[in-house]
C-alpha cells in the first residue's frame, strides 16, 4: 500500500512541477475558439479539462495513458490461467501511469481485497427500498450510504492541510472500489435471485470475485468480467459520469459524494443507460419479426422501421469516435472465441453489417459505427443474465476504476474548483449587434 502512495506522490509531484513551469511559460496562451453553437449544444468539443488517465482519439479510440484497447489486452497482466486483462493493472495503470508488472496488479488485488468490507447498514439501507427500485437507484443510495465510511470527509471537518487532500481521496477512491462488487452484486442477487446472497471469495481477483458474487462459476464468465470491467473503465475527462465526479469533487465533495453524483449522470439513457437500450432494443427486434436468428434481410427492414418512426437505433454512433469502436472489436472478439454459435451474438454481427450502410445512405450521420454498448449485452445474456436493467450497474462499477484514479490526480495536483462562466440569450443578442461583450467574471 505505502509502495503505490509512495509511487503515485512521486508522479504526481512531477506532473505538478511540470504543469506549474507549463502555465508560467504558456498560460496566457488561447487554444482555440469556442463557437456560439457550442456554447448551445453542450458544449461539444470545446477543451476545457485535463484528465491525466486516457485521451479518446476520434480515429483509433480510447488511449489509457497512451495504449489502445488491443495493446492493453497484450500487456497488462492476466489472472492465473487467463488471457484477459486484469482490472486492477489497468488502474495501476491510470494511478502511476506505468504498466504494472505481475507483483504489481497482485498487490493491488490484496489492497481491495483487506479493504472490502461492506458494513451491515449499508445492506440495511438498501433492504429499505422497495424490491422494484432500479437497480441503479439502488446503487447510488448504497453508496451514499457507504459515505459514513469516507477517510476524506472525517479529516477535513478535522482540519486536514489542504497538501494531504490526495491522500484522504487516495484511500477513499481505494475502499470504495474495493466494495463495489460487494453492494453490486448485493443488489443483483436481492432483486432477482429472491435474496439468495453469495458470500465473498477472498481468494479471487477483483472481477473474478465480483463473477462469483453475482452467482456465474463459469471461469469464461469471470474473464468476461475482466475485459468488461477493463474496457469499460475510462473514456477521458468530458463524458456525463466522469465530467460529474471531477465537478463535484472540485468542491472538496468526498469520492462516496463525488462518484455518487457521476453514477447518477451514467444512469441516464444518453450515457450509461445506452447499454439497457440495446439489450431492449434486439429483444423487440427478435419478437417483432418471431426468430431468434433474423436474416440479415429482417434486420435492415426492422432498422429502417424504427427509424420512420422518429427513433435512434442504440448502440450505434458516438460523440466523438468516427469508426467502429475498439470495445466493441474487443467484445466481438471474445464472443467469435467463446461463444461463436450463440444466436443472439450471432444478430448482434448481423446487425453490424445491416445497420452502418443504412446510416450512412442517410446523408447526415457522422458515425453509423457500433460503440461498446452495441455488443455487451448480448455476452451477458449467453451466461445467463438476462436483467437488462442491471447492466448500468456493472458499467458503474468498472467506469469506477477511471473516474477515481482521476480524482485522486484532482486532489493531487490542487485542480480548483470549476466554475465556468454562463450568459444569457438576451446577452447574446446584445453581443451579436456589437451593443456588450459577452465575456464576463
Given at each position: 500500500m505505502a509502495?503505490i502512495?509512495?509511487?503515485?506522490?512521486?508522479?504526481?509531484?512531477?506532473?505538478?512541477?511540470?504543469?506549474?513551469?507549463?502555465l508560467?511559460?504558456?498560460?496566457?496562451?488561447?487554444?482555440?475558439?469556442?463557437q456560439?453553437?457550442?456554447?448551445?449544444?453542450?458544449?461539444?468539443?470545446?477543451?476545457?479539462?485535463v484528465?491525466?488517465?486516457?485521451?479518446?482519439d476520434?480515429?483509433?479510440g480510447?488511449?489509457?495513458?497512451?495504449?489502445?484497447?488491443p495493446e492493453?489486452?497484450?500487456k497488462?497482466?492476466?489472472?492465473?490461467?487467463g488471457?484477459?486483462?486484469l482490472p486492477?493493472?489497468?488502474?495501476?495503470?491510470?494511478?502511476?501511469?506505468?504498466?504494472?508488472?505481475?507483483?504489481?496488479?497482485?498487490?493491488?488485488?490484496?489492497?481491495w481485497?483487506?479493504?472490502?468490507?461492506?458494513?451491515?447498514?449499508?445492506?440495511?439501507t438498501?433492504?429499505?427500498?422497495?424490491?422494484?427500485?432500479?437497480?441503479?437507484?439502488?446503487?447510488?443510495v448504497a453508496?451514499?450510504?457507504?459515505?459514513?465510511?469516507?477517510?476524506?470527509?472525517?479529516k477535513?471537518?478535522?482540519?486536514?492541510n489542504?497538501?494531504?487532500?490526495?491522500?484522504?481521496?487516495?484511500?477513499?477512491s481505494?475502499?470504495?472500489?474495493?466494495?463495489?462488487?460487494?453492494?453490486?452484486?448485493?443488489?443483483?442477487r436481492?432483486k432477482?435471485?429472491?435474496?439468495?446472497?453469495?458470500?465473498?471469495?477472498?481468494?479471487?481477483?477483483w472481477?473474478?470475485?465480483?463473477?462469483?458474487?453475482?452467482?456465474f462459476?463459469?471461469?469464461?464468465?469471470?474473464?468476461?468480467?475482466?475485459?468488461?470491467?477493463?474496457?469499460?473503465?475510462d473514456?477521458?475527462?468530458?463524458?456525463?459520469?466522469?465530467?460529474?465526479?471531477?465537478?463535484v469533487?472540485?468542491?472538496?465533495?468526498?469520492?462516496?459524494?463525488?462518484?455518487?453524483?457521476?453514477?447518477n449522470?451514467?444512469?441516464?439513457?444518453?450515457?450509461?443507460?445506452?447499454?439497457?437500450?440495446?439489450?431492449?432494443?434486439?429483444?423487440?427486434?427478435?419478437?417483432?419479426?418471431?426468430?431468434?436468428?433474423?436474416?440479415?434481410?429482417?434486420i435492415?427492414?426492422?432498422?429502417?422501421?424504427?427509424?420512420?418512426?422518429?427513433?435512434?437505433?442504440p448502440?450505434?454512433?458516438?460523440?466523438?469516435?468516427?469508426?467502429?469502436d475498439?470495445?466493441f472489436?474487443a467484445q466481438?472478439?471474445?464472443?467469435?472465441?467463446?461463444?461463436?454459435?450463440?444466436?443472439?451474438?450471432?444478430?448482434?454481427?448481423?446487425?453490424?453489417?445491416a445497420?452502418?450502410?443504412?446510416?450512412?445512405?442517410?446523408?447526415?450521420?457522422?458515425?453509423?459505427?457500433?460503440?461498446?454498448?452495441a455488443?455487451?449485452?448480448?455476452?451477458?445474456?449467453?451466461?445467463?443474465?438476462?436483467?437488462?436493467?442491471?447492466?448500468?450497474v456493472?458499467?458503474?462499477v468498472?467506469?469506477?476504476?477511471?473516474?477515481?484514479a482521476?480524482?485522486?490526480?484532482?486532489r493531487a495536483?490542487g485542480?480548483?474548483?470549476?466554475?465556468?462562466k454562463s450568459?444569457?440569450?438576451?446577452?447574446?443578442?446584445r453581443?451579436?449587434?456589437?451593443?456588450?461583450e459577452?465575456?464576463g467574471?
Open positions: 509502495d502512495k509512495a509511487r503515485f506522490r512521486k508522479k504526481a509531484d512531477e506532473v505538478g512541477a511540470e504543469i506549474k513551469d507549463l508560467k511559460e504558456h498560460g496566457s496562451k488561447t487554444i482555440g475558439e469556442v456560439l453553437s457550442q456554447i448551445y449544444q453542450g458544449m461539444r468539443g470545446m477543451t476545457g479539462l484528465s491525466e488517465t486516457s485521451l479518446l476520434s480515429q483509433e480510447i488511449r489509457f495513458r497512451g495504449y489502445s484497447i492493453l489486452q497484450k497488462l497482466p492476466k489472472a492465473p490461467g488471457s484477459e486483462p486492477e493493472g489497468l488502474f495501476y495503470l491510470m494511478l502511476v501511469g506505468e504498466l504494472p508488472n505481475d507483483d504489481d496488479a497482485h498487490t493491488v488485488t490484496e489492497l481485497q483487506r479493504r472490502s468490507h461492506v458494513p451491515t447498514h449499508v445492506f440495511n438498501i433492504e429499505a427500498l422497495p424490491i422494484n427500485t432500479h437497480p441503479m437507484t439502488q446503487f447510488v453508496i451514499m450510504a457507504l459515505q459514513t465510511e469516507s477517510q476524506f470527509a472525517k477535513y471537518a478535522a482540519g486536514m489542504k497538501k494531504d487532500y490526495w491522500e484522504a481521496a487516495f484511500d477513499d481505494m475502499d470504495l472500489i474495493a466494495r463495489l462488487p460487494r453492494v453490486a452484486a448485493y443488489i443483483y436481492r432477482y435471485k429472491f435474496g439468495e446472497h453469495i458470500q465473498p471469495n477472498g481468494l479471487l481477483d472481477s473474478g470475485n465480483f463473477a462469483h458474487m453475482l452467482g462459476q463459469d471461469e469464461s464468465f469471470k474473464e468476461l468480467m475482466r475485459l468488461y470491467m477493463t474496457i469499460h473503465a473514456h477521458e475527462g468530458g463524458n456525463v459520469s466522469a465530467h460529474t465526479t471531477h465537478l469533487g472540485s468542491a472538496l465533495s468526498d469520492p462516496y459524494l463525488s462518484f455518487a453524483a457521476g453514477m449522470g451514467l444512469a441516464g439513457p444518453l450515457h450509461g443507460l445506452a447499454n439497457q437500450e440495446v439489450i431492449k432494443w434486439i429483444f423487440d427486434l427478435r419478437e417483432d419479426l418471431k426468430t431468434e436468428k433474423p436474416a440479415k434481410e429482417q435492415e427492414e426492422y432498422v429502417k422501421k424504427t427509424l420512420s418512426e422518429g427513433k435512434v437505433v448502440g450505434y454512433g458516438h460523440a466523438v469516435l468516427r469508426k467502429t475498439p470495445r472489436t466481438m472478439e471474445f464472443g467469435k472465441k467463446h461463444m461463436p454459435d450463440d444466436p443472439l451474438v450471432q444478430t448482434v454481427w448481423n446487425i453490424y453489417e445497420v452502418p450502410p443504412i446510416l450512412q445512405s442517410l446523408g447526415k450521420i457522422k458515425n453509423p459505427w457500433p460503440n461498446v454498448d455488443h455487451s449485452g448480448a455476452l451477458l445474456v449467453h451466461y445467463g443474465m438476462k436483467e437488462y436493467e442491471f447492466y448500468t456493472l458499467f458503474g468498472s467506469r469506477a476504476l477511471g473516474v477515481l482521476s480524482l485522486c490526480w484532482d495536483l485542480f480548483a474548483l470549476e466554475r465556468p450568459v444569457t440569450t438576451d446577452l447574446v443578442k453581443w451579436l449587434k456589437g451593443e456588450d459577452i465575456w467574471e
